[in-house]
């Protein structure tokens, strides 16, 4: 095996998280550790719903996370299942257009829709300029039930994908690490990424995402 695979397989990592109590949503906290870091200048967000009504506007969230700098940031809103939910996902990619740096400039935000609704596709990539260092894959929606930390949640898992020798993203996950006790170890998996098994190919964790990111683009299309 070449060195640089090995040195792939010590360096990118996965982890499952299962929620099972209203307190721990790591879902949550690795989204918005990751909208927070400036040196993310990609943001991808896919979800079937996102939840701007009632009493829980998912937007909030996103603006008191943003870094002060994000005149030089990129977004992408992917949704959304059905029209029902279609005037939630104008207002989320709406606010979150407004979010501006301090020189005034906002970030740059593109909804992107299938030509169909029953986008259901619940994904988070982050990237910056060496391409996608961290990515979220599961079971949760942009909604209070899965993204809030309301007394009415669901039970989710979500998988977590990031390249540990990157500083900011290997930062995101050291954090929640933290939180981690002997008490609630059991809602935590983590391993290697197996860049050898033959179902990876001999691709990196990173060409894996960057494939995933093209795919999405490629299957959706920017709307207004």
Known sequence: MPLSSGVKLLMEKVAIFLRKSEAENRFRQ????????????????????????GKYYASDCFKSAAPLLVCHRKVSVVGVYNGIWKGDFDRFSSEIGQIKCPCGVSMHVAKRRIKRYHWHAKIFIASDDDGPQLGVIGSSNITSRAFGITKSWNFEADAILWNSANPAADAVMGEIFESVTDNNASS?????????????????????LQDLVAEIEEMSEIVE
């Open 30 to 53: 690795v989204i918005l550790g990751s909208f927070n870091v400036h040196d993310f200048s990609e943001i991808m967000i896919c979800s079937g719903f996102f939840q701007e009504r």
């Open 188 to 208: 935590v998996i983590v391993s290697n990424y197996a860049i050898e098994d033959k179902v990876n190919q001999g691709f990196s964790l990173r060409k894996r």
